[in-house]
């Protein structure tokens, strides 16, 4: 097969056939294909798009590309997964609870790169092992009903080297490439069912409801496609989700969440996302699956199945943060009207707690807290945040966090569960 001549396919918009996507990933991983072709080829894609019928063709290609896990284990395997937002700790909390409802959450979970935190970051300040085996997933999930941990090198090799050559060529924002990403690593999973939480707002990697639209669909079609029970909830990420951003002290927020002392932005996406799973599943319907979410978090039942996790994989729930502390002041009256969570992220990379490339070593000790939040009313010089720290110009951090804010004399309010796919 001439690889030009596929290029040439979807540059005129033509629909690839199975044979064609899956050469072309295979000799491109192997090495018989340059990047310039490649590129050519993403690029045409960028542009022309692709059907749910080819990007099931390149995602389960670029899964074969690598190791698959096959968990046996008595329950139904779930999953979700999130496009990633600033103060994003959804997956610490949902895994126990799914696991309080009798479900097998095996979540598989990324490391920080751009102005969003990584789920591995977090835990990985507690001082836990969070790259398993295989061996080790079945274990802790047969253990204690779920298991968080980092995704390997040998899980979908051709999408790492397919996504370089993306960012290098401006070609990340492909919704068909997108959804081939993230299916070709969550797919490697012997998963069930799976539900998606895709942010939306200034403090996620989809800006508008439109784009955050199209990948919903996209994920939960081509998850169907592949035989998997699948739903979406689009949320918003307008501004963070919780009361803090950064790695431990996420993780602190999370076992006060789990325990009962939970923010009501954060309890209403968690028991969402568990309310769809609840459906998909046929558990039950959403509302009842919302709810008896909701009673487990109010109630903590869930808390020493959390903490006891952690410290079997040699974590402690007590994670340090740093004892540098800013305490950041409204410069004026009114209501919060925005607030820019991109800034915020950029903001924590400055102060060591992300990643400005990958590989980067990172400061787990530093974050954000926030005490008002969008739609409240603050006085000119109330405390509305504090920024933690170790290392820097806390004025200057203090500068890039009012930055962020804006304030006006309406109120605002925010609807955090966008909308449901």
Known sequence: MIFKEIIKKKRDGETLT???????VIRYTKGDIPDYQMAALLMATFFRGMTNEETLYLTDSMLKSGETININCNGTIVDKHSTGGIGDKVSLIIAPVLAEMGFKAVLLSGRALGFTGGTADKLESTGMKVTLSKEEIEKVTEKFGFSISCQTDEIAPADRKIYALRDATSTVESIPLIVSSILSKKLAVNTEAIVFDVKVGSGAFMKTMEMAQALAKGLVNVSRLYGKKAGALITDMNQPLGRTAGNAIEVIESLNAISGDISGDLLEVVTSLVGVLYEITDSGNFKEGKEKAEEIILSGK???????????????????????????KSPEEGYITAIDGEKLGFLIIEMGGGRKKAGEKIDHSVGLRFFKKIGDYVKKGEPIGEIIYNNGDAKSFETSFLKAFTFGKEKVNVNIIKNRI
């Open 302 to 328: 869930a808390t020493n199945r959390f903490t006891e996790w952690i410290e079997y994989l040699g974590g402690t729930t007590e994670p340090e943060i740093s004892k540098k502390r800013l305490l950041v």
């Open 18 to 24: 199975e044979d064609e996507i899956r050469e072309a």
